[in-house]
């Protein structure tokens, strides 16, 4: 069965011609909206495998569309489809969005995106992963406690904090302190975004 696709961007000729070239891959695209708002509407209505929302439109971006779509608790898989790049929406990455792409490497790399994304994994582009710095993975996991190791592998499952925590039977707050320890001992600069990053680049360290 075609993955079945909502696609939003509040300028015409780009939303077009992404439309035309996701049709040419064979994905059906079901809708199409020129704002968030209308974005989130017509998810709602055609219930899309997957939405491909620009980050910069009217009413709603792209990310206030999937965090919508998370509180609601939508099914939709989200890629943010933009210019920019920013920690913020690497940060959303395994919570309210599943992909990440730059527009300019739309033609080269949405077509796997769109396929990863519904076989049930995340994908970040790659000039975004070789402008992170993300540390050395052989120097620090050894000192990571039992606890880490298991957050670790949780968020390779791309599982939020809440779920987490709930699976741990601990706070969402003791989830959070265990990731900035994370960070700390594995020398990885910034914050969420690049542990994520760390956990999709390293997988060697959860095959168990």
């Known amino acids: 069965m075609s993955v079945s696709i909502v696609l939003a961007d509040d ?4 939303l077009n011609g992404t439309e035309q070239f996701l049709k040419t891959l064979r994905f059906n695209v079901v809708a199409t909206a020129q704002d968030g708002n209308d974005a989130y509407n017509q998810i709602i209505k055609h219930e899309p495998d997957i939405a491909i929302l620009d980050f910069d439109m009217p009413k709603y971006n792209g990310i206030e569309v999937a965090k919508l779509c998370l509180k609601k608790g939508i099914e939709t898989k989200i890629i943010i489809l933009t210019l ?26 949405l077509e796997i995106c769109v396929q990863e994304i519904a076989k049930g994994n995340t994908y970040i582009s790659k ?15 050894e000192n990571l406690t039992v606890t880490e190791m298991k957050i670790l592998k949780y968020l390779a499952k791309d599982q939020s904090s809440s779920q987490i925590a709930e699976t741990l039977f601990i706070s969402k707050r003791t989830v959070e302190k ?12 910034s914050s969420q975004n690049a ?9 060697q360290f959860f095959s168990s």
């Not at 300028?11 to 780009?14: A, Q, R, V």
């Not at 920013?86 to 395994?94: F, N, P, S, T, V």
């Not at 542990?195 to 997988?203: A, D, I, S």
């Open 195 to 203: 542990l994520l990053l760390w956990v999709q680049k390293n997988p």
């Open 178 to 189: 265990h990731r900035s320890n994370i960070i700390k001992k594995l020398d990885i600069p």
């Open 84 to 109: 920019y790049k920013q920690e913020a929406i690497i940060r959303e990455i395994g919570t309210s969005i599943r992909g990440y792409i730059l527009k300019n490497d739309a033609m080269e790399e």
């Open 11 to 14: 300028h015409p000729l780009l």
């Open 127 to 141: 000039n975004l992963n070789e402008n992170i710095h993300l540390g050395d993975p052989t120097n620090s996991v």
